[in-house]
Nanobody, 120 residues
Framework: VQLVESGGGTVQPGGSLTLSCAAS????????MTWVRQPPGKGPEWVAS????????FYSASAEGRFSIDRDNAENTLSLSMNNLKSEDTADYYC??????????????WGQGTQVTVSS
């Protein structure tokens, strides 16, 4: 299982970023996928999940209405579009194989992460 995130960076409050994740080493379209984040000094937080066919999306309360998860099964990629970013969104963001429960319990199925900093 290989998951490689990209797209992180520093953005001002209210700004937008889109994170991407390139997946390989497994049958991507056979698995739900998840974004997890870990704020500095805190534990991991579930952000969003998407079903294997892309039809169902699930968001945490903090992500709902601001973030959008998507996948391209032809390209084996997962994305997370983030709008109206807030300082509390500052974290390392990880792409993870599986739905929410699997992703939160199996850190060995996470990528290496991409850092997002929201600061003025």
């Amino acid at each position: 299982v290989q998951l490689v995130e990209s797209g992180g960076g520093t953005v001002q409050p209210g700004g937008s970023l889109t994170l991407s994740c390139a997946a390989s080493g497994f049958s991507f379209n056979s698995f739900d996928m998840t974004w997890v984040r870990q704020p500095p000094g805190k534990g991991p937080e579930w952000v969003a999940s998407i079903s294997k066919d892309g039809r169902l999306e699930f968001y945490s309360a903090s992500a709902e209405g601001r973030f959008s998860i998507d996948r391209d099964n032809a390209e084996n990629t997962l994305s997370l579009s983030m709008n109206n970013l807030k300082s509390e969104d500052t974290a390392d963001y990880y792409c993870a194989r599986g739905g929410r429960l699997d992703a939160m319990s199996r850190r060995d199925y996470w990528g290496q992460g991409t850092q997002v900093t929201v600061s003025s």
